[in-house]
């Protein structure tokens, strides 16, 4: 059974900057693509970056582009995106996602993801 745990959220001032960490277990986390998604109050849960397994490819909304940077440590099975430039809009709950099979261009779609984590909670305040 594959299990991610997100862990690094928290409360921080607009501009500060946060690192969320997702812990992947029962799998091997370098077959994975894997991404981040966030969902704030009433809203739909929105793509913020995905990685391939390879550590390689990249992509991310223009929302978070240049502010934001997904990375892995396949070594330590462990996910991370690092905010920077944080602003109140940023708030949300965030989760990490793992994808056996990522094709073509569907990094930012929910249903192409097969694991999540149960998500962190970053609160921005201005």
């Known amino acids: 059974q594959v299990q ?4 690094g959220g928290g409360l921080v001032q607009a501009g500060g900057s946060l690192r969320l960490s ?3 277990s029962g799998g091997t986390f ?3 693509d894997m991404a981040w998604f966030r969902q704030a109050p009433g809203k739909d849960r929105e793509f913020v970056a995905s990685m391939s ?3 390689i490819a990249t992509w991310y909304p223009d ?3 240049g502010r934001f940077t997904i990375s892995r440590n396949n070594a330590k099975n462990t996910l991370y995106l690092q905010m920077n430039s944080l602003k109140p809009e940023d708030t949300a709950v965030y989760y990490c996602a793992a994808a056996r099979v990522l094709l073509g261009y569907n990094y930012g779609l929910e249903r192409a993801y097969d694991y999540w984590g149960q998500g962190t909670q970053v609160t921005v305040s201005s």
């Open 4 to 7: 991610l745990v997100e862990s």
């Open 22 to 24: 997702c812990a992947i």
């Open 30 to 32: 370098s077959s994975y």
């Open 53 to 55: 397994r390879n550590g």
């Open 63 to 65: 929302s978070v582009k």
